[in-house]
Structures are given as C-alpha cells and as structure tokens.
C-alpha cells in the first residue's frame, strides 16, 4: 500500500477526511508512557497490524488504549509523522540518526505501514550522503540480529559494508568484530562487486560476539573490556571513504560541512546567524565526534555513556559529581531539540571535561584523555561561522 500525503482527501482503503472519525486511539509508548493520540479509522487504514487488531476486537470504545512499552517515543513519533505526512522529514531540525531509521524501519515492518520502511532506507540514504558514514559495528549488528533475513534494511546495510570494506585500511580490525553469520553474507555480498573478496570467513571455535569497550576507562594496549550497550545510540557509524563519481547532495537540515585545515582561523564575516545555524553546527559536529572519523572514535571514547558508579568501579561517583554528562545523554538532547542555543550545547559538553578532571584530578591518565578530547573539541568548536558561512545552512544568513 503506497503512502498517501496529508493532502489527500481519501486513501485507496477508502478512509477519507472528508467524513466524521469520532473513535480514537491513545497509544501509550515507552517507558515513560508517552500518549500519542491517533484516530482508530485512520489507524485502520494506514496500517496491517492495527486492521488485525481492531478485526479481532467485538465493541468499538470512544477510545482504545494500545500499549507499546518497548517502543521509542521518538521512533513512534516519526511514524506517526510519516502516516500524516508521507515523509519523515524533520526539517528544521536536523535529520534522524542511523539508529533512530533503522529503528522506523523495523517499526514500519511490524505495523505493516505502508511505505515507512521505504522511506526510512531513503533517509538513510540521505543520510549517509550528508555524513559520509556508515553505521558502525555495534548498530549494524544489531540491525541484523533484528531485521528479517532477505529484507531490503540488511540488503542496503550488507552492500554499504562491503564498500567501506573494499576502500577502508582499517578492515582487518572491522571484519574481526563482526559475528560469522555476518560475515558469510558479506562475502556473498563482496562477490557481486565483479572483484575477489577482501576478507575471508574462518571457522571460529566460539560464539562470535562483538566486543564493546567500555567507555569509562582507557583502553588498555592489548585488550578490550566488555560493557552494556546503551538502549538508545544516536548516529553511531562508521567513516566511509569511497568516492563517488557525482557529487552527493546537500540537506536542508544537515549540510555536509566544509573542511578546514587545521591552521584556519574562524572569522565571522559580520553577518548574523540564526540560533537554528548554529545548532546545525552543533548537531553536526556531535555527529562527527560520535561517528568518526577515526581520531574522533580515539578521544570520545571514554566519555560516551553515562558513568554507571558499581559497574565502573567508581561508587563514590555521584557524591563527588553533582551534575553527570556524557555524550550519548547530549545527543539525545540533541535529537529531542531540548537545546535552544549553541553555548548550551557547548555548556554541556565542556561539564564533561570538568566532571572528569573535578573526580579524577589533573595528573590522572583519565585527565589527560580529557585534555586531549578537549583540545580538539576547542578547535572544531571555534570554526562554527567558518563552518556556516561554507555550507547550505549559511547561504540565507542575513
């Protein structure tokens, strides 16, 4: 069933807005029990599994109360938005993450909603051609170990693997974090790509699993520590360097950033940028520190998850830290617009470096990590008018 814009007056299911729909839903999402309000007859029309429900069911109620606890209230939200709008377009906010999609997407397939699967693997798209990136290990595991085998998410994501494969010197350490079943596919997948494969699929005597540092130590030389994975990761990916032969396009939301080097200096041209510019800036420098390139995957790495006291060793955390932050937490304030100025944005990144060096003071190795992520969040920080000036964002600047 194809989407139908807002516009339409009636659906091929034969719903029209032209006609009383007195009967509502409240669906009540996530953990904290969000309530999204939805008419039962548009339901009925735009989605497979809410037809079954309602069929099953022998009384109609003014309204029907529909739980959906495991589900992302920003996941639902962005459904929602594509059943009334035929879009998941975000503007003027900036466009939805590699997990926040991947997410819609699997929505999408188990509420049988017409057309969102095809429009997440279109953002998606969108995207990668914004952010140069290709979600990283952890989400494309996850994304397959939650995606149906053969559906279109793993197709897209097996063939964007197997090109960062193919142009990435860092592929003998990627291919080894991927479990075996993965690896089979991509080596059927790299076999289509008219040259031999990169990597080779050796038995393994174990259950393979991805490993996971943990993100409040350093890495120590030799070794990984396991950790839990957050619930929610927002634009995880993984740098792609493969060039195409026609230029990418340019998002509203999410313009693709001019390269400084790293001698430039920021000059404001005297023009004034809007709070919303700045905040692309923002967002998309938070995209870069989360997803790559590589030395940006070096500095963030301890400081991505929030400190958990008893699992980090670290017990007395929170009497000596009054105000925790980390960079996850940032970016799902980011992805919730609860930021309304870039020096907010910028307030709570640096509460991280003073978390860091109030707790473990200045001659610890931890510190110096700090130190090091600082230095270069100073110097990307302070090209931001260089930065919109460059990009599509800036180009109406008044």
């Not at 960079?327 to 709570?348: C, P, Q, R, V, W």
Request: aromatic content about 10%; overall charge negative; hydrophobic content about 35%.
């Amino acid at each position: 069933m194809a989407a139908d814009t807002a516009g339409d007056s009636q659906t091929s299911s034969g719903f029209s807005w032209l006609e009383p729909h007195p009967l509502f839903c409240i669906i009540l999402v996530g953990e904290n029990v969000e309530a999204f309000g939805i008419q039962k007859d548009f339901l009925i029309a735009k989605s497979t599994y809410f037809q079954q429900y309602f069929a099953d069911k022998k009384e109609d109620k003014v309204e029907d109360v529909i739980r959906f606890p495991d589900t992302d209230p920003v996941v639902f939200g962005l459904a929602q938005l594509f059943m009334f709008t035929g879009t998941i377009n975000t503007a003027p906010q900036p466009l939805p993450g590699y997990d926040l999609l991947i997410a819609v997407w699997k929505l999408g397939d188990e509420l049988g909603i017409g057309g969102l699967c095809e429009e997440a693997l279109k953002a998606m798209s969108e995207y990668r051609a914004a952010t140069n990136s290709i979600p990283a290990t952890e989400l494309l595991v996850k994304a397959w170990n939650e995606t149906p085998e053969g559906s279109p998410i793993r197709a897209l994501l097996l063939s964007w693997t197997a090109e960062y494969i193919r142009s990435s010197e860092s592929r003998a350490e990627f291919t080894k974090s991927l479990p075996q079943e993965v690896l089979s596919e991509l080596v059927v997948a790299m076999s289509h790509l008219n040259s031999t494969p990169v990597i080779q699929v050796k038995p393994s005597s174990s259950p393979s699993s991805t490993q996971h540092k943990n993100v409040h130590y350093l890495e120590q030389e030799g070794e990984e520590r396991e950790t839990k994975t957050t619930k929610h990761r927002h634009s995880d990916g993984l740098t792609n360097r493969v060039k195409k032969a026609t230029p990418r396009p340019s998002l509203p939301t999410a313009p693709k950033p001019h390269k400084a080097k790293r001698n430039s200096i920021n000059v404001n041209d005297g023009r004034q940028y809007s709070p919303d510019h700045k905040l692309n800036f923002c967002a998309d420098l938070l995209n870069r520190m989360l997803s790559g390139p590589g030395f940006w995957t070096r500095l963030v790495g301890p400081f991505k998850e929030p400190v958990r006291p008893v699992e980090d060793g670290v017990p007395n955390y929170f009497e000596k830290i009054k105000k925790p932050m980390d960079l996850g937490t940032i970016k799902s304030k980011m992805d919730h617009s609860e930021y309304n100025t870039a020096e907010e944005f910028e307030a709570d990144v640096r509460q991280i470096f003073e978390n860091c060096y109030a707790y473990w003071g200045r001659n610890h190795e931890m510190s110096a990590a700090a130190e090091r992520f600082q230095k270069s969040f100073e110097e990307k920080f302070a090209e931001m008018f260089k930065w919109i000036s460059k990009s599509a964002a800036g180009s109406d600047a008044v």
